[in-house]
């Protein structure tokens, strides 16, 4: 079965640290860009971060540039989002996303999405 599965999701106090990993099954990530999204209640989903399938290109939202990391380990067929200096308008779910090659801002260009983990930032 083709599908993302997220982990590594949590509640941390601002300032703190997590790491999102975001595996593959059934395909190989090697031809996909990985985008993360996020949605807070109330709150539209956002992209948050994207890597190119050849990791050679990365962009992130200006309201974690400098905070957050995305990096991905192909043969572990994994991405990763770490995520530090955490603030409490960094809590929502957080997905991943597989689209062909090239990164895109819009979340309908992605063909399969993980279920999302859960982050909160709370002291």
């Known amino acids: 079965q083709l599908g993302l599965v997220e982990s590594g999701g949590g509640l941390v106090q601002p300032g703190g640290s997590l790491r999102l990993s975001c595996a593959a099954s059934g395909f190989a990530l090697d031809y996909y860009a990985i985008g993360w999204f996020r949605q807070a209640p109330g709150k539209e989903r956002e992209g948050v971060s994207c890597?190119?399938?050849?990791?050679?290109?990365?962009n992130y939202a200006d309201s974690v540039k400098g905070r957050f990391t995305i990096s991905r380990d192909n043969a572990k067929n994994t991405v990763y989002l770490q995520m530090n200096r955490l603030k409490p308008e960094d809590t929502a779910v957080y997905y991943c996303?597989?689209?062909?090659?090239?990164?895109?801002?819009?979340?309908?260009?992605?063909?399969?999405w993980g279920q999302g983990t859960q982050v909160t930032v709370s002291s």
């Open positions: 890597a190119s399938n050849s990791g050679g290109s990365t």
């Open positions: 996303a597989a689209r062909v090659a090239y990164c895109s801002g819009l979340g309908y260009e992605y063909a399969y």
